[in-house]
């Protein structure tokens, strides 16, 4: 139960974030992704230490390899500026309905980048589930138009 409510929470707290995105209006979204990161990492550290304990920083950054660097990295540069900052950015240039359904993509880009860049084998149903929400995507962003230029 307890994954499941961090799950919906998750969800929530996005929701929150876009909204606070959409309504900051055109902004500098980099920036804004900047500044609104210096947040999450005082009640991340007060977690590791309440449920860790002091001595499991030390001892994580002890265990550093070149490979949690690489994923820091990705994490830091990638996903949070790239991928968030992208995304706001659109969020304050285009319709909702015209942005969030790009949000389906998010596990079929990270099945690829698995397979990618750490070798990991893809199945068959995950195959599947990336061709279904792909052709979702399609239609939802090219129906519209497809149907409009039909005859009547």
């Given at each position: 139960?307890?994954?499941l409510l961090l799950t919906i929470?998750?969800?929530g707290c996005w929701g929150l974030g876009n909204m606070v995105g959409k309504a900051a209006g055109r902004i500098d979204m980099l920036g804004f992704v900047v500044w609104s990161a210096l947040i999450p990492p005082i009640p991340l550290l007060l977690a590791s230490l309440l449920l860790d304990g002091p001595g499991a920083i030390p001892l994580a950054l002890s265990h550093l390899t070149i490979k949690g660097i690489g994923s820091i990295a990705f994490m830091a540069y990638i996903a949070t500026l790239f991928g968030f900052g992208a995304w706001a950015w659109l969020l304050s240039r285009y319709n909702t309905g015209q942005v969030a359904p790009f949000a389906l993509f998010v596990p079929v880009a990270g099945i690829a980048g698995a397979a990618l860049f750490l070798g990991e084998a893809i199945t068959e149903?995950?195959?599947i589930g990336s061709v279904l929400v792909f052709g979702g995507l399609l239609i939802n962003v090219f129906g519209p138009r497809l149907r409009r230029r039909k005859p009547a």
């Open positions: 139960l307890l994954p929470a998750a969800a149903v995950e195959i």
